[in-house]
């Protein structure tokens, strides 16, 4: 326990001190009149496809100077952001009008790429000064035609920033498109384009400590709170029917029990009522497949853990609007320095069970969930290679993340399996297993494994899933999420719902005298994994414009992998309840 206190107490300094240094001051964004401040284009692709990014200049873009790359953190790579120096220039206090950036003259296929980026609503993000912006390329008029071969296909060439600004920070920067100002591209034939931009500035009394206020205020507009506090509601009621269902059931039926059992032994007899007393010698009997379920109970709290330390660093600050890459660089960093944990936990539990190849299992452990995401990431990064896409990680993160997982991840998840081994645990079990296993009664199908996984992971989805919109509308696709306060609650809840109906439908399978119930109360636990898939089918159909096969096979993909980490996650929640619902009901009654 001092190695894993050890540990959990480095991490701590080490996220910490990552919080202390994300927020930049406004030291470092001061600046004097004719200063050129920095603006890096950063990417391009269709509104509907988040995922379906592109450099901004494998379009047929010009610059007058040469175009230099920014050097990018690795949440940042990963996140698909590749920034590049902008054709425009635009000075602290320099007003402009409508001065030319550059010439080109466009091919006929240059013209056909952009009339199709315009045709799919291609937009463009860009920086300044760390302030994100973003634009259409063009405009399709449909006005008073039915024909699509009818249509007209204009490039927008002059754009208009207007920029407000305190003493001597930028605060804030918009971008429009001058609609008198278009290129036709309806026909494939060369055309010449002056790119202009217009730079305005006013003057702000907004302190430069605030400037990103307004990114975060999309998402607490009162409508919007509205809507997510009825989703606390519903969940608080849910939670509260369900608390007080089970308390119906651990107050009478179990104490019922009780008194049974300590003053009548006559009523013992009566199966039927209380078929859980009559399968003491077996409810301890270790589960089939034991190393796989240490595993994935390891892989489960680690990545309890992983959400837990995200949770805080949300809380705190760190995630605030379009920081870019903080999400991601947290989550590779946090889940490499909490393989520790996965370690610790299945090594010693498998010890528990009297297991005796802890080297397999620790193997085990460290593929569950890697494995399946590496299988994932090799797919869908030849998919984004193939499309040429800004998705497509460069070969030198490929490595980054290699040595993360080579140099840290691995080591500290056979340390922790070492520790976990070392601490010798025994299983705390109140009854003694019988030698020979007690027959498994007939049971009617609604019993079965997947009808009580359907019933499980109903009830803990239906507390979160109108908070599922907002999250999916943000993820995958171009909302604003900063409500961390309220989802840190919708998170609580469905832990303590998941809890709750595992530990239910655990009481239920032994009331029938059903003695296997450790793999059973991790599969309804995590069913709840299988419910936030399914909402994706229903998602992508019903909710979003996504198409194509990139965007699909992302999308599919790494929901895939998300839900699957639920599974774990709350498989383990629901197993770690049911175990210590099966012990304090075991121990409260005198076996024999």
């Known amino acids: 326990m001092e190695r894993i206190r050890a540990c959990l107490l480095a991490l701590t300094v080490v996220v910490v001190c990552g919080v202390a240094q994300v927020r930049s001051s406004a030291s470092d964004h001061r600046y004097t009149a004719g200063d050129e401040v920095p603006l890096y284009a950063n990417k391009v692709g269709p509104f509907h496809n988040p995922s379906e990014t592109y450099r901004f200049f494998d379009f047929?873009?010009?610059s007058s100077a040469p175009v230099k790359e920014k050097k990018e953190a690795l949440g940042e790579v990963l996140n698909g952001d590749r920034l590049v120096s902008a054709p425009y220039r635009l000075e602290f206090l320099g007003n402009k009008e409508a001065e030319v950036a550059c010439k080109r003259k466009l091919t006929n296929e240059e013209v056909a790429k952009f009339r199709t980026a315009v045709s799919k609503d291609y937009y463009?993000?860009?920086?300044?000064?760390?302030?994100?912006?973003?634009?259409?390329l063009g405009k399709v008029d449909k006005e008073g035609k039915a024909?699509?071969?009818e249509y007209k296909y204009y490039l927008f060439k002059h754009l208009i920033f207007e920029i407000l600004y305190n003493k001597d920070c930028v605060i804030e920067i918009t971008v429009r498109s001058d609609p008198n100002a278009l290129v036709d591209l309806t026909q494939d034939e060369p055309v010449n384009v002056d790119f202009m931009y217009t730079v305005k500035w006013k003057e702000t009394e907004t302190p430069f400590e605030k400037?990103?206020?307004?990114?975060?205020?999309?998402?607490?507009?009162p409508h919007h709170l509205e809507i997510h506090w009825f989703s606390i509601i519903n969940s608080c009621v849910t939670v509260l029917l369900l608390t007080g269902f089970l308390a119906t059931i651990l107050m009478r039926v179990l104490k019922n029990d009780f008194v049974k059992y300590a003053h009548d032994e006559e009523s013992a007899d009566d199966q039927e009522e209380t078929g859980w007393k009559y399968i003491h010698g077996d409810v301890f009997r270790y589960p089939k497949h034991k190393s796989l379920f240490s595993a994935a109970l390891g892989s489960g709290t680690q990545l309890f853990t992983l959400t837990s330390f995200i949770f805080i660093l949300a809380l705190v600050g760190v995630f605030y609007p379009y920081n870019r890459g903080a999400l991601f660089t947290a989550l590779v960093v946090i889940y490499a320095l909490t393989s520790g944990i996965a370690g610790y936990t299945a090594a010693s539990f498998y010890c528990q069970l009297e297991g005796t190849n802890w080297v397999r299992n620790l193997l085990l452990t460290g593929s569950l969930f890697c494995g399946p995401l590496f299988v994932t990431f090799c797919f869908l990064n030849t998919v984004a290679i193939a499309y040429k896409a800004t998705a497509a990680l460069p070969f030198g993160t490929i490595v980054v993340i290699f040595l993360i997982w080579a140099l840290v991840t691995s080591p500290l998840l056979i340390l922790g399996g070492i520790a976990g081994k070392n601490a010798k645990p025994e299983f705390q079990a109140p009854c003694r297993t019988t030698k020979y296993p007690r027959e498994i009664p007939s049971l009617p199908w609604y019993r079965q494994t997947l009808?009580?996984?359907?019933?499980?992971?109903f009830l803990p989805?239906?507390?979160?899933y109108i908070e599922l919109y907002y999250i999916f509308a943000s993820v995958w696709g171009h909302r604003i999420y900063t409500i961390y306060s309220i989802l840190f609650i919708v998170f609580i809840i469905l832990l303590i719902v998941t809890a709750f109906v595992t530990v239910a439908m655990t009481y239920f399978q032994l009331a029938a005298e059903d003695h296997d119930w450790w793999w059973r109360s991790f599969l309804c636990g995590g069913s709840t994994g299988l419910f936030i898939y399914a909402y994706c089918l229903y998602y992508y159909n019903a909710r979003s414009d996504m198409s194509g096969f990139m965007q699909t096979s992302f999308f599919f993909g790494y929901m895939a992998c998300i839900c699957y980490g639920f599974f774990l996650m709350l498989g383990a929640i629901g197993f770690r309840a049911s175990l210590f619902f099966?012990?304090?009901?075991?121990?409260?009654?005198?076996?024999?």
């Open 461 to 464: 989805f239906s507390a979160i």
């Open 60 to 62: 047929p873009f010009c």
């Open 211 to 221: 400037r990103m206020d307004k990114y975060s205020q999309s998402s607490s507009m």
């Open 147 to 149: 024909d699509p071969s």
């Open 124 to 136: 463009f993000q860009m920086y300044y000064d760390d302030l994100p912006i973003w634009g259409f």
């Open 582 to 592: 099966v012990r304090h009901i075991y121990r409260s009654i005198k076996c024999e």
């Open 451 to 457: 009808p009580q996984m359907a019933m499980a992971g």
